[in-house]
């Protein structure tokens, strides 16, 4: 049963200092989502690349955060430096696309629990 | 994406049917509807998609007014571990650009199960 993984699972960590999630899109996914949630705001999008290459930050602070794919095995979302604001579950979720945009069901990972103190 | 409107919260009782709403009038030609939920603790789970015609998987039944105006998604024996929140949303299936997939999500409907 293929599943999208994410690490750490849950993070405690100062203010002012670099926080880094990383995350497994399933094998054979060529779209990555990076998703933010908290009670005030639910859930957000911050970011997505297709084939790797970033398709839409727009809703990421991008004087603070950074998302980045390596290879396609691997995704980071990179806060730095980390601020109480960001506490949060981020979510990284995979599916499939296609050339003509068409796509189906995403698959989100367990998600990372960030605390900034 | 069109937006949609959910009721916040509904309840279930155990072994019955959970008929979800959504309302989405301002819906496209072009736009699905796809319903997620989302357990406590855990990521949101894809559950079913239309697009006009009513469909049914191992999960759900969704249910598509014939304006498209409006949908319900069916769970037809609710059990305790439906208890979720429950997103209906709307958006084109063929989008290009920076739109490959993109899901934007409401609040939702938290739906209880009680025994």
């Known amino acids: 049963d293929a599943r999208v993984t994410q690490t750490p699972r849950h993070k405690v960590t100062e203010m002012g200092q670099e926080v880094t999630m990383r995350c497994q899109p399933i094998?054979?996914?060529?779209?990555v989502f990076w998703y933010r949630q908290t009670m005030m705001q639910g859930l957000e999008l911050l970011a997505y690349?297709?084939?790797?290459?970033?398709?839409?930050d727009s809703g990421m602070p991008k004087d603070r955060f950074s998302a980045e794919m390596p290879d396609a095995t691997l995704a980071t979302l990179k806060i730095q430096p980390s601020e109480p604001r960001d506490s949060a579950v981020y979510f990284c979720?995979?599916?499939?696309?296609?050339?003509?945009?068409?796509?189906?069901?995403?698959?989100f990972g367990p998600g990372t629990r960030l605390t900034v103190t | 994406d069109a937006k949609t409107t959910q009721p916040p919260s509904m309840d279930c009782a155990e072994g019955r049917a959970a008929n979800l709403p959504c309302n989405h009038s301002?819906?496209?030609?072009?736009?699905?509807v796809y319903w997620y939920r989302q357990i406590h603790s855990q990521g949101p789970q894809y559950i079913i998609h239309?697009?006009?015609n009513n469909e049914t998987n191992e999960m759900a039944s969704l249910i598509i007014t014939e304006d498209r105006k409006s949908s319900t998604l069916i769970l037809p024996h609710a059990t305790l571990r439906d208890t979720a929140v429950y997103y209906c949303?709307?958006?084109?299936?063929?989008?290009?650009?920076?739109?490959?997939?993109?899901?934007?999500f409401g609040q939702g409907t938290i739906l209880t199960v009680h025994p």
């Open positions: 301002t819906i496209s030609g072009n736009e699905y």
């Open positions: 979720a995979s599916g499939r696309t296609g050339t003509s945009g068409s796509s189906y069901e995403q698959y």
């Open positions: 094998l054979g996914h060529n779209t």
């Open positions: 690349f297709r084939n790797r290459a970033p398709l839409d």
């Open positions: 239309g697009l006009k």
């Open positions: 949303i709307v958006r084109v299936m063929n989008a290009g650009g920076t739109s490959y997939g993109k899901l934007t």
